[in-house]
């Protein structure tokens, strides 16, 4: 038979068979955090949590892998781990089938996909956050806290996977494979750009004028083509209203709106006088005396 449960929280509804559960469960909502870390004054909500993370500062990771020999500096991420070698994946969501490795996997896949709840709030801004953690990291964006510090070189992280993907530049580790062509990599992400290489998928679409990228980086580094294109293209357009005409000819005094137009204008001075010399020709862009036919192969427009 199993234990009734008798204390409910207030904020989410849930039911707990202990009160002490319950206590340490409402620290999620309140954000209190009474347990403080003497080294680093970080502070936790539970004593169990606090203990784990004193062993960053001593270095102890007590549970070790029988398989492969990694330790570990709690048990619970030695089971996680194990799963690895295992293969198992015993939290299984009812909704489509998917299965997990960790609990907390399956409770955030829950949220996000199917049930779209966001139970935890940043009291700063008020964003919302399916998992606690993600709470966490976010309000770090906030308080400017960068408790992921190398050992190496000082550098400090805001999130231990970052800390874990940088201290592989001094290791030299690169344990992400590509098994399509056997290049490796030191992070995930790098991996799965890299294999766009081979499959040729551009997921990065530009709005404006369709064309793809395989990084997000590449669009955004694209798209101010467009941006400085329709600046300059204001720019111009206001001198129909203002009559500015900011370039001019040096040979007989004649003022354009747009550069272009005035290297195309001293072609006539140029051919006027076939004994200038050819650097006359090297001052005005190349657009301005190529043969139309060819400039419109080039995509410039004059």
Same mark, same amino acid.
């Given at each position: 038979m199993k234990t009734k449960k008798h204390y409910k929280c207030l904020h989410c509804g849930k039911s707990f068979s202990q009160r002490s559960v319950l206590i340490n469960h409402e620290r999620i909502h309140t954000g209190q955090r009474p347990y403080k870390c003497l080294d680093c004054n970080k502070s936790f909500n539970r004593s169990s949590n606090l203990i784990s993370h004193q062993r960053l500062h001593t270095g102890e990771k007590p549970y070790k892998c029988?398989?492969? /020999? @990694?330790? %570990? +500096?709690?048990? #619970? &991420? $030695?089971?996680? =781990? !194990? *799963?690895?070698?295992?293969?198992?994946?015993?939290?299984?969501?009812?909704?489509?089938?998917k299965s997990f490795n960790w609990r907390s996997n399956l409770i955030t896949h829950q949220r996000l996909i199917h049930t779209g709840e966001r139970p935890y709030k940043c009291l700063e801004c /008020? @964003?919302? %956050? +399916?998992?606690? #953690? &993600? $709470?966490?990291? =976010? !309000? *770090?964006i906030h308080t400017g806290e960068k408790p992921f510090k190398c050992l190496e070189c000082g550098k400090s992280f805001n999130q231990s996977s970052n800390l874990i993907t940088h201290?592989?530049?001094?290791?030299g580790e690169k344990p992400y494979m590509c098994l399509e062509c056997g290049k490796s990599f030191s992070a995930p992400s790098?991996?799965?750009v890299h294999q766009r290489t081979h499959t040729g998928e551009r997921p990065y679409k530009c709005l404006d004028c369709g064309k793809s990228f395989s990084q997000c980086s590449r669009l955004i580094n694209h798209g101010r083509i467009?941006?400085?294109?329709?600046?300059?293209?204001?720019?111009?357009?206001?001198?129909?209203h203002t009559a500015e005409r900011p370039?001019?000819?040096?040979?007989?005094?004649?003022?354009?709106?747009?550069?272009?137009?005035?290297?195309?204008?001293?072609?006539?001075?140029?051919?006027e006088k076939p004994h200038k010399r050819v650097d006359d020709w090297k001052s005005l862009s190349p657009s301005s005396?190529?043969?139309?036919?060819?400039?419109?192969?080039?995509?410039?427009?004059?």
């Open positions: 029988f398989q492969c /020999g @990694k330790s %570990f +500096s709690v048990s #619970s &991420a $030695l089971t996680i =781990h !194990q *799963r690895t070698h295992t293969g198992e994946k015993p939290y299984k969501c009812l909704e489509c089938g /008020g @964003k919302n %956050f +399916s998992a606690p #953690s &993600a $709470l966490v990291m =976010h !309000q *770090r201290r592989r530049v001094h290791t790098a991996l799965i467009h941006t400085e294109d329709q600046r300059s293209g204001l720019i111009s357009h206001g001198r129909i370039y001019k000819c040096q040979s007989c005094g004649k003022s354009f709106r747009e550069n272009s137009n005035l290297n195309k204008h001293q072609i006539i001075h140029i051919r005396y190529l043969p139309k036919r060819q400039r419109s192969r080039t995509g410039q427009n004059l």
